[in-house]
């Protein structure tokens, strides 16, 4: 099956820096790659997706690149503000909305 | 507002218990997901609905045993739990199935095994 790995598990950055988060996957056949932000006490909020036959794709402060030849994709936030405090986590599927999460992000902003 | 609700928020059971999640989404979504999220692990399908049918059972124990009566509604049913168990149960939603589409999850079901 499919395996996701996600780097790193805690990033520290202070508020209007950038953060980047890394996922890469192992089965080429993966087309759909969608981001999830967990806040405490809720479930995993989508807040980008993309597919695999786009490369990038931004929503305001927000950007998602893939690489489908080297099988990794990555979470940019730029702009950090305390309430993008929160666990992130990515996932992958190929097919049948199977996704395969990664083990999550925990993403502290600084004031 | 997920349009995914998820009760009870919490749990506390003993081994011996029974007890029930419910999960009902307001999106008109036809799929149904359960997850079981623990401490430091990737979220892990449990089981998957599509139009009320089963699709996916992903080898989880017969202990937990879910039912899906309509497309609005996926309950879990749990008997004879162990403390592994101990974890929060997510529930989901998507439009359909074979063909990618995000998931919508609810806030889940914090269980505690006793």
């Known amino acids: 099956g499919e395996n996701v790995e996600q780097h790193p598990s805690t990033l520290s950055v202070q508020e209007g820096d950038s953060a980047v988060i890394k996922c890469t996957y192992s089965d080429s056949a993966s087309n759909y790659f969608p981001w999830y932000k967990q806040e405490l006490g809720k479930g995993p909020q989508l807040i980008i997706d993309?597919?695999?036959?786009?490369g990038e794709k931004k929503d305001q402060r927000i950007a998602v690149t893939l690489n489908k030849t080297a099988k990794h994709f990555s979470l940019h936030i730029t702009e950090t503000q305390p309430e993008d405090s929160a666990v992130y986590f990515c996932a992958a599927s190929k097919d049948f909305n199977k996704f395969y999460f990664g083990s999550g992000t925990k993403l502290n902003v600084k004031p | 507002e997920t349009g995914v609700t998820q009760t009870p928020r919490h749990l506390v059971m003993g081994m011996t218990n029974k007890k029930s999640l419910k999960c009902e989404q307001h999106?008109?979504?036809?799929?149904m997901y359960w997850y079981k999220q623990s401490a430091k692990k990737p979220l892990e399908l449990m089981f998957v609905?599509?139009?009320?049918?089963?699709?996916e059972n992903n080898s989880v124990p017969s202990r937990f045993s879910p039912e899906c009566p309509n497309s609005s509604h996926l309950f879990l049913h749990l008997h004879t739990l162990q403390p592994e168990d101990s974890a929060l149960y997510l529930c989901?939603?998507?439009?359909?199935?074979?063909?990618?589409?995000?998931?919508?999850f609810g806030d889940g079901t914090r269980l505690s095994i006793l």
């Open positions: 999106l008109g979504h036809n799929a």
């Open positions: 609905y599509n139009f009320k049918e089963q699709t």
């Open positions: 993309i597919r695999s036959n786009v």
């Open positions: 989901a939603s998507s439009q359909e199935l074979g063909n990618n589409q995000p998931q919508h």
